[in-house]
């Protein structure tokens, strides 16, 4: 049987269950979804939601231990600048500029912790 997906990476696999574990979590916390992955030249957006009508960015990090200082610690100021240039692409979507903010998911081991204004933009 042939597919049209390319394989993924053990790696592109638990970041996929990571992000599937972060969008339920903040379901059951009452965001809604609007996008997933959101991609463009500039960076990268594994969740676009909707708190209200706030748009929130959420960046999701899944590492297997604390160790080399955890999920939350992987989001340098590198990639908080890609999540940013990413944004401000996304929102060229809206006539007026919405409220919105930067969190992180960060899962560690088992441990899912929620970043409410992780990244200052």
């Known amino acids: 049987m ?12 638990k970041g996929m269950a990571g992000e599937d574990e972060a969008l339920i979590y903040l379901q059951q916390h009452g965001l809604s979804l609007v996008e997933r992955n959101f991609r463009c030249k500039g ?52 006539a007026a500029m919405p409220a919105c903010r930067f969190d992180v998911i960060a899962i560690d081991a088992e441990k899912l912790s929620w970043l409410k204004n992780a990244i200052e933009a």
Request: hydrophobic share 40%; charged share 20%.
């Open 43 to 94: 960076g990268e957006i594994d969740l676009v939601m909707l708190d209200g009508s706030v748009v929130v960015f959420i960046e999701v990090r899944k590492r297997g231990s604390i160790r080399y200082g955890g999920a939350a610690a992987s989001v340098t100021s590198a990639k908080q600048a890609k999540l940013i240039t990413a944004a401000h692409v996304f929102l060229r979507r809206y």
């Open 2 to 13: 042939q597919t049209n997906q390319r394989s993924q990476t053990a790696q592109q696999v």
